[in-house]
């Protein structure tokens, strides 16, 4: 019987392909992409075949044979392999680890009951065929010329949609899909958006427009079961619309036409951990390998793509005014918090503009930062305070639950009774999250609904979406929220936004913090007077509460200037070569004792040195992390910069085999396009 050899990505951590022998002839022949059950140590694991071929280098006795062929499953497609190559070698990782996960776990099962069942339960699925959407509404004239730009769009072509917040981006997307979805009747689009269970208003909206098309949806918290289903109609070409988060960038799209991410300035579409991608650069990667229109939008671009689209590598195109008719940007206000000092966190022209929204029957959010009672507990005398003994962080005091909690290790305690170093028994709160501002809201307007949203309030499946609810059926009259009520939302009731304590960002050693900062402010800002002003209700407006209000932040934010903020972060970052206009790679180590990790790094500089090192590479010192320990290890990272992303990639390609022959014990990582610094 003759043979041949599959050479077979696996997930493992090891840079390698494996080979292994399957009798060809008598078989149907494998393709590359089929999926395959081969031995692996001591397991049975599921790998992707990436090559078939007729020899081996791997001697005869120690070839071991694969043990099935997924054949039941098309094989993933040459282009799907192609990205996941592509991510695979710019995040510096191995192939089958940034391949793998991209298909569902249940297809990685070594038995095929579950993908049989899958298979069938599809088959039988009924597929509609009638693209045509339903209840369109009427697209204003920039709308319309923003959807037919994308809609209309051939080849590569990527677009910034810059349209501020209420300004009806969704209908741009829905109508651009519904475009694509007409002229090609296998046309497939890909949705990205940053949380899912955040805005379910867009799935809902997808799916009442075009119900005449398979929507699938890809996203963590689905089950198992369901995620093979919708990946398995992606794959099939069944799904016409893929919605879902950052892990969707990976799915197997065959017939990928036009790919759009809405609220592209989202942190969350940066990956934190394993292979720490950006889906939106792998999206744009995606779209310049398909040649397929790609839309970011946002009402505040990332500085990557504001650069890209003031450079006119992106095709820029505005949406300048709200939707809604008579629907207008709010007005934002500053208060001086060093003249109207906060009482409970909250100043007396904020409470007043509350009282006003109260008598008024209109709803108020409130956006604070920060969840739990109180960052930290202290002792007024002796000092003490709660440390968390794990990591370089404060115990954050969870009162209602008589818990304090780290947030990095998830440490708990019962709040002591009395102070561990001194006895003293009154022990105080200082600062304030959101837990402390409900409970004074609640003493200052006992008459109010009052609803806190933040992770502690949303911990349960599908609590988020309650609360969302009650707020857009108007059962809340005061919302307090961390930046999971800064998202998208919709809400049609609100007229005045707080924000409680923005400063704390100001001056971060994070040079992103500021864009950040802005990008979520004027979100926030956003969720204000999204609908027309009724005979006789408030003009909506946000209160800053700010001790610097004279700050050029805050001076771009009451002008709603986006594009002049944007512009003078640029040049600052140009000035002192920074990212958009530098690249960058982070090498982080973590040990027990922040020494080691300290002098793996400096190894792992030192072996990279004179010629070595390709001109225009920087290798900065090796420094603590700024959160040097957590669960109780220490962390220290080193930059790697250049101004020319080829240069850098090519020295990092050459950086980590070296690392790898190091064989190190000390845990490390590399970053490329690092977030945090
Ligand atoms: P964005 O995502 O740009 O912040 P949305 O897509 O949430 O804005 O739209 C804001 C509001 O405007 C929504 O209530 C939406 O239904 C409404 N809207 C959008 N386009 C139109 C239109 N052409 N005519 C009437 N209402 C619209
Ligand atoms: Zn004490
Ligand atoms: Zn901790």
């Given at each position: 019987m003759s043979h041949c050899i599959l050479r077979i990505a696996l997930d493992t951590p090891l840079h390698a392909v494996f080979d292994y022998r399957w009798p060809c002839a008598a078989t149907e022949r494998p393709q590359v992409g089929h999926l395959a059950l081969v031995p692996f140590g001591r397991r049975e694991v599921v790998g992707i075949i990436v090559g078939v071929a007729d020899d081996t280098d791997v001697p005869e006795e120690k070839l071991k044979d694969a043990l099935a062929v997924r054949l039941q499953l098309a094989p993933l497609p040459a282009q799907w392999l192609a990205l996941a190559g592509f991510a695979a070698e710019y995040y510096q990782r191995p192939l089958g680890e940034v391949a793998l996960p991209g298909v569902p776990k249940n297809l990685r099962l070594p038995t095929t009951v579950a993908l049989d069942r899958a298979i069938k339960k599809l088959a039988k699925t009924a597929i509609g065929h009638d693209p045509a959407p339903v209840g369109m509404p009427e697209l204003n004239p920039e709308q319309q010329r923003a959807a037919d730009a994308i809609g209309g769009a051939e080849g590569f072509a990527p677009m910034l949609l810059y349209g501020v917040t209420g300004s009806g981006k969704t209908e741009v997307y829905l109508q651009a899909c519904a475009q694509v979805l007409a002229r090609d009747e296998h046309a497939q689009i890909l949705v990205l958006v940053p949380e899912i269970n955040l805005t379910p208003q867009l799935e809902s909206n997808i799916r009442a427009r075009f119900p005449g098309v398979m929507v699938a949806t890809l996203h963590s918290s689905l089950a198992e079961g369901e995620r093979m289903l919708h990946w398995l109609a992606a794959h099939q070409g069944q799904a016409r619309i893929v919605l879902g988060t950052r892990l969707a960038i990976l799915a197997s799209l065959p017939h990928l036409r036009l790919i759009v991410i809405d609220e592209?300035?989202?942190?969350?579409?940066?990956?934190?951990?394993?292979?720490?991608?950006s889906a939106r650069d792998l999206a744009v990667w995606r779209a310049w390998q398909l040649k397929i229109p790609v839309v970011l939008g946002s009402a505040t671009p990332s500085l990557e793509s504001w650069h890209h689209a003031q450079s006119k590598r992106y095709r820029k195109l505005e949406l300048r005014e709200r939707a809604v008719k008579q629907a207008v940007l709010p007005a934002v206000k500053l208060i001086n918090m060093e003249h109207d000092k906060p009482d409970g966190g909250v100043t007396m022209q904020l409470k007043a503009a509350l009282r006003q929204r109260l008598e008024r029957g209109e709803q108020s959010l409130l956006f604070l930062n920060r969840r739990g009672y109180a960052p930290v507990i202290c002792c007024d005398s002796c000092g003490w305070v709660s440390d968390c003994q794990r990591c370089t962080a404060f115990m954050v005091l969870h009162k209602g639950e008589f818990k304090l909690r780290c947030h990095h290790c998830s440490l708990e305690m019962r709040i002591p009774r009395h102070c561990p170093t001194c006895g003293n028994i009154d022990l105080q709160p200082l600062g304030r999250g959101t837990q402390r501002i409900e409970e004074n809201l609640r003493e200052w307007f006992p008459e109010a609904r009052i609803l806190r949203i933040d992770a502690d309030s949303t911990r349960r499946k599908g609590s988020a979406q309650e609360a969302f609810d009650t707020v857009h059926r108007g059962d809340v009259d005061i919302l307090i929220g961390t930046q999971m009520v800064a998202k998208g939302h919709d809400f049609k009731k609100l007229t005045l936004v707080g924000i409680l304590n923005p400063d704390t960002a100001l001056f971060s050693q994070d040079y992103r913090a500021s864009e950040r900062l802005f990008a979520q402010l004027m979100q926030v800002a956003g969720r204000a007077g999204r609908t027309a002003q009724a005979e006789g209700g408030s003009a909506s407006e946000v209160l800053v509460q700010t001790r610097y209000p004279e700050h050029p932040l805050y001076a771009a934010l009451v002008r709603h200037d986006y594009d002049r903020f944007a512009g003078a972060l640029l040049a600052e970052r140009e000035q002192a070569g920074l990212p958009p206009y530098l690249y960058q790679a982070m090498l982080r180590a973590e040990a027990p004792e922040l020494a080691k990790a300290l002098e793996f790094l400096q190894a792992a500089r030192d072996c990279m040195q004179g010629e070595d090192i390709a001109q225009g590479i920087t290798l900065n010192d090796p420094i603590p992390m700024s959160?040097?320990?957590v669960y109780n290890v220490d962390r220290a990272q080193l930059l790697a910069e250049s101004p020319s992303r080829p240069a850098l990639q090519a020295f990092l390609k050459e950086w980590m085999a070296r690392l790898r022959d190091m064989k190190s014990r000390v845990k490390w990582s590399l970053e490329v396009d690092p977030v945090d610094i």
């Amino acid at each position: 019987m003759s043979h041949c050899i599959l050479r077979i990505a696996l997930d493992t951590p090891l840079h390698a392909v494996f080979d292994y022998r399957w009798p060809c002839a008598a078989t149907e022949r494998p393709q590359v992409g089929h999926l395959a059950l081969v031995p692996f140590g001591r397991r049975e694991v599921v790998g992707i075949i990436v090559g078939v071929a007729d020899d081996t280098d791997v001697p005869e006795e120690k070839l071991k044979d694969a043990l099935a062929v997924r054949l039941q499953l098309a094989p993933l497609p040459a282009q799907w392999l192609a990205l996941a190559g592509f991510a695979a070698e710019y995040y510096q990782r191995p192939l089958g680890e940034v391949a793998l996960p991209g298909v569902p776990k249940n297809l990685r099962l070594p038995t095929t009951v579950a993908l049989d069942r899958a298979i069938k339960k599809l088959a039988k699925t009924a597929i509609g065929h009638d693209p045509a959407p339903v209840g369109m509404p009427e697209l204003n004239p920039e709308q319309q010329r923003a959807a037919d730009a994308i809609g209309g769009a051939e080849g590569f072509a990527p677009m910034l949609l810059y349209g501020v917040t209420g300004s009806g981006k969704t209908e741009v997307y829905l109508q651009a899909c519904a475009q694509v979805l007409a002229r090609d009747e296998h046309a497939q689009i890909l949705v990205l958006v940053p949380e899912i269970n955040l805005t379910p208003q867009l799935e809902s909206n997808i799916r009442a427009r075009f119900p005449g098309v398979m929507v699938a949806t890809l996203h963590s918290s689905l089950a198992e079961g369901e995620r093979m289903l919708h990946w398995l109609a992606a794959h099939q070409g069944q799904a016409r619309i893929v919605l879902g988060t950052r892990l969707a960038i990976l799915a197997s799209l065959p017939h990928l036409r036009l790919i759009v991410i809405d609220e592209e300035h989202d942190p969350s579409y940066k990956q934190q951990e394993g292979l720490r991608y950006s889906a939106r650069d792998l999206a744009v990667w995606r779209a310049w390998q398909l040649k397929i229109p790609v839309v970011l939008g946002s009402a505040t671009p990332s500085l990557e793509s504001w650069h890209h689209a003031q450079s006119k590598r992106y095709r820029k195109l505005e949406l300048r005014e709200r939707a809604v008719k008579q629907a207008v940007l709010p007005a934002v206000k500053l208060i001086n918090m060093e003249h109207d000092k906060p009482d409970g966190g909250v100043t007396m022209q904020l409470k007043a503009a509350l009282r006003q929204r109260l008598e008024r029957g209109e709803q108020s959010l409130l956006f604070l930062n920060r969840r739990g009672y109180a960052p930290v507990i202290c002792c007024d005398s002796c000092g003490w305070v709660s440390d968390c003994q794990r990591c370089t962080a404060f115990m954050v005091l969870h009162k209602g639950e008589f818990k304090l909690r780290c947030h990095h290790c998830s440490l708990e305690m019962r709040i002591p009774r009395h102070c561990p170093t001194c006895g003293n028994i009154d022990l105080q709160p200082l600062g304030r999250g959101t837990q402390r501002i409900e409970e004074n809201l609640r003493e200052w307007f006992p008459e109010a609904r009052i609803l806190r949203i933040d992770a502690d309030s949303t911990r349960r499946k599908g609590s988020a979406q309650e609360a969302f609810d009650t707020v857009h059926r108007g059962d809340v009259d005061i919302l307090i929220g961390t930046q999971m009520v800064a998202k998208g939302h919709d809400f049609k009731k609100l007229t005045l936004v707080g924000i409680l304590n923005p400063d704390t960002a100001l001056f971060s050693q994070d040079y992103r913090a500021s864009e950040r900062l802005f990008a979520q402010l004027m979100q926030v800002a956003g969720r204000a007077g999204r609908t027309a002003q009724a005979e006789g209700g408030s003009a909506s407006e946000v209160l800053v509460q700010t001790r610097y209000p004279e700050h050029p932040l805050y001076a771009a934010l009451v002008r709603h200037d986006y594009d002049r903020f944007a512009g003078a972060l640029l040049a600052e970052r140009e000035q002192a070569g920074l990212p958009p206009y530098l690249y960058q790679a982070m090498l982080r180590a973590e040990a027990p004792e922040l020494a080691k990790a300290l002098e793996f790094l400096q190894a792992a500089r030192d072996c990279m040195q004179g010629e070595d090192i390709a001109q225009g590479i920087t290798l900065n010192d090796p420094i603590p992390m700024s959160m040097t320990r957590v669960y109780n290890v220490d962390r220290a990272q080193l930059l790697a910069e250049s101004p020319s992303r080829p240069a850098l990639q090519a020295f990092l390609k050459e950086w980590m085999a070296r690392l790898r022959d190091m064989k190190s014990r000390v845990k490390w990582s590399l970053e490329v396009d690092p977030v945090d610094i």
